[in-house]
């Protein structure tokens, strides 16, 4: 299995982590990414706040890449997965799109790359059977939230993710790794993240706090995402609840992709799991001496 | 609420324009208000989303693009996920957004536009985003410095931002995408 892998610019500053987990994880998997050469940002929320033909072109940008290689791109950060998508659902659906993008690349795109999330690829193509084969460690009934926010969601008719209201493909994974996947009501909430830097920060602290909360109340030890921003959010804002509520989780906020790297016997360097700020060491060692 | 409009306005309204602007049909909105319900910020914010819609409907005008709602909303999809008429309100905010950046309206709290330019500089300049450049300007730009304070010590600890910008080998290609929706003037300045 060969994939055109688009890394997002958080793989080379907030969420470094979720690069090397994601490339350890695959790798160990026998599933090849090839980076895309000449990537570049897909212009996030910025870019569609201040330009509809801007906001399909950069990530238009990437798709051509890909379509050069022949091959669908895997993205693993849930902001990029939705701008990607978001870019060839314009390209085929809005009025003039195509003709727009295309004066604006200097080249044509039919908006018919296949854009893949990671945890797509790992159940619809790789497949949970195969992963289970690979396992060497177990979660061990460890009571996982798999936290999916809003990018891979919505809107559903243009991601196509799972279900917008209660998906599941990272609770599937979850119980493939033997852990417990917790029902809970807070899924697909927002965590506010893009607040984070304006006056009303004060709100992400407040959304921030309903989700771990949330999540403790159903019991978990962990926290699973598969976005950077709901990560360094759920996982930085820790220390602010707490200041303002006096309420402390020590809620270790994971990576889908190293939990499962964890369960593939990688080590904590590899997954850079060094870099969580609530430490995950308890989990780590639990998950260590779970052989199977 | 209470809802009160000019009378005798002529010409292409504002609903014309954000309706040519994000494609959506604003005439379908009956007013459910699950769009309301479900918002992340409408307990926070000035109008809860289905009253934009509203006020568009009743023929509002510039006002509408002081309302804090327009900087308050996080995208986060959940009404058009909900909405049963399928209406993109992403779209709509997208829309007043642009045009409030256009028309200069004053912006309610915090400066979002400032942050989007600065991120799209970044874009502009290195082909990916550089997030330290970002961060300074925008703490610069606002005066927000003690703001999130306390957390740099542990950024730069665990390296959770990058120090130089990385250069991206497509850049030409993004500056050309700049130069042709239009968008290096109001960026690069």
Redesign the interface.
Known sequence: MRYAYYPG?SS???A?ELHSSSVAVTRRLGIDLITI?????C????????????AS??PA??LV?AQDMGLDIVVNCAACYNRLKMANYEVLN??GMREKVA????RDYDGSVKVRHLVEVLLEDHGVPAIAKKLTHSLNGLKVASYYG?LL?????VTQFDD??NPQSMDRLITAMGGESLDWPCK???C??????????N?VVG?SNAIIGMAKAAGAECIATACPLCQ?NLD?RQ?DIRKQTGRQYDMPIFYMTQLLGLCLGLTHGELGL??L?VSSSRIENAVNAAVV | MTIRIKKGRSGKTMRDTIQEMSGVDLGVCYQCKKCSCGCTVSGHSQSPPSEMIRRLQLGAGPELLRNDLIWTCVSCETCFARCPMGIDLVAVMDALRAMAVAQQAPIPEGNIPLFNKAFLKTVALFGRTYDLALMAVYKIGTSSFERDADKIPVIFMKKKIALLPSLSPGRQAVKRIFQKTGQNKGIIR
């Open positions: 610019c080379e500053s907030s470094r050469q000449g990537w570049s940002c212009g996030a929320t910025p870019a569609h706040q201040t330009n509809r033909v801007l072109s950069l940008a990437n890449l809005h009025p004066h604006a690349l200097g809003c969601v919505r809107p559903h008719e917008p209201e697909v909430d927002c506010g993240n893009s607040l984070s830097l304006t006056t009303k920060s709100l959304f360094v930085l220390s060094n870099k700020v």
